[in-house]
């Protein structure tokens, strides 16, 4: 049984909100999500719950077809056809190139690639949504494509008795005096790998990731029902206003 628990509310896919059930391509949306939230610099669909979460994709993205709608169970399929409908708003509108950097003959990277992408993962009708595979050959993102990383073996299972085994005081001894040695093998001349250095400078390359927003707290991680769980709630219409370029 799938569970409607899935995905932090703000990138819920419509099959998840409306009780539909989902495959791979769920998480499509969920980038796409994401996507445009780095690119816009907001969240795209902040819904306060299951009902407002689908008000603002339909108000962004538009009323889906009587294609789909045919799909719904019919408690969903009777709400969702009695909710005010919307045209939705091109990507051009959605995501307007004052929020791209400009292009140029040096930049591979296209704002008309990037809204076409877009165009692809928020799809309402996970049939007609982009796939993984797919995207990855898509003329925005295969610039990075490494067929090593995509074939890569999947890592190993983890060893639940690790957790579970009993260890006399000896045997913990020995296992704790280990982890110290491997702590000691990666803190070479008194700096943790990864750490900063006594002068400022880091051990590796990688740069320092901001704070998670809230949004990707544990915290914000949401227990609503869909769509499908209950269809008798109501809620005002919410303005659905975008952000615009200043």
């Known amino acids: ?84 409908k919307y045209a939705g708003l091109t990507f051009p509108k959605l995501f307007p190139d004052c929020l791209f ?4 003959e040096h930049n591979k990277l296209k704002a008309s690639q990037a809204r076409d992408l877009l165009s692809k993962m928020l799809i309402i009708d996970p049939a007609k949504r982009i796939s993984v595979d797919e995207a990855l050959q898509h003329p925005y993102i295969n610039v990075w494509y490494d067929p090593s990383e995509v074939e890569a073996p999947p890592p190993q299972i983890y060893d639940k008795q690790l957790d579970e085994r009993e260890h006399s005081i000896d045997e913990w ?26 002068s400022g400078a880091a051990v590796n390359s990688s740069e320092s990731l901001p704070p998670s927003s809230s949004v990707n707290d544990i915290s914000s991680m949401s227990t609503d029902q869909t769509l499908a769980s209950d269809t008798d709630s109501s809620l005002e219409t919410s303005a659905g206003t975008l952000g615009c370029c200043r």
């Open 101 to 104: 950097p400009a292009d140029s």
């Open 173 to 198: 001894k020995e296992l704790i005096y280990k982890e110290v040695m491997n702590f000691e093998e990666r803190t070479k001349n008194g700096v943790v790998k990864g750490q900063p250095s006594p």
């Open 1 to 84: 049984m799938m569970t409607p628990y899935v995905v932090t509310r703000y990138y819920r896919a419509p099959e998840v909100i409306l009780g539909m059930g989902y495959k791979e391509n769920v998480d499509m949306w969920s980038l796409g999500c994401i996507f445009g939230e780095l690119i816009r610099g907001s969240v795209l669909f902040p819904g306060t719950d299951h009902i407002d979460q689908w008000n603002k994709v339909i108000e962004q993205l538009g009323t889906p077809s009587p294609e789909f709608m045919k799909k719904l169970q019919p408690t969903v399929r009777n709400y969702v056809e009695n909710r005010p």
